[in-house]
Nanobody, 127 residues
Framework: QVQLVESGGGLVQAGGSLRLSCAAS????????MGWFRQAPGKEREFVAG????????YYADSVKGRFTISRDNAWNTVYLQMNSLKPEDTAVYYC????????????????????WGQGTQVTVSS
């Protein structure tokens, strides 16, 4: 049974930082591209960042580029999202997702391409 469990969310002031973690189990983690998505109230789920399963290629939404960093540790089956310079508009539920990508350097931004999802963690940024 595949499980993705996010942690690290919380309440932070604008300009602050948080690090989200997503621990995966039940899959061959090193063969999955990983992504972070978010969904704010009344809005659609949107891509935030992704990392390929080989060579660690990364891709970011324009809204977070330069502020967020995605990384992975295959030894611990965990993907991270370091979020700096947080803004109130970053407030959302953040989800991690796993994509069994056949191309090792692929990072997809399309949520429907992902095979597994976590339950989400709330991030709230106060102004």
């Amino acid at each position: 049974q595949v499980q993705l469990v996010e942690s690290g969310g919380g309440l932070v002031q604008a300009g602050g930082s948080l690090r989200l973690s997503c621990a995966a189990s039940g899959l061959t983690f090193s063969r999955y591209a990983m992504g972070w998505f978010r969904q704010a109230p009344g809005k659609e789920r949107e891509f935030v960042a992704g990392i390929s399963w080989s060579v660690g290629r990364t891709y970011y939404a324009d809204s977070v580029k330069g502020r967020f960093t995605i990384s992975r540790d295959n030894a611990w089956n965990t993907v991270y999202l370091q979020m700096n310079s947080l803004k109130p508009e970053d407030t959302a539920v953040y989800y991690c997702a796993a994509d069994l990508a056949t191309i090792p350097t692929t990072v997809t931004t399309t949520s429907s391409q992902y095979d597994y999802w976590g339950q989400g963690t709330q991030v709230t940024v106060s102004s």
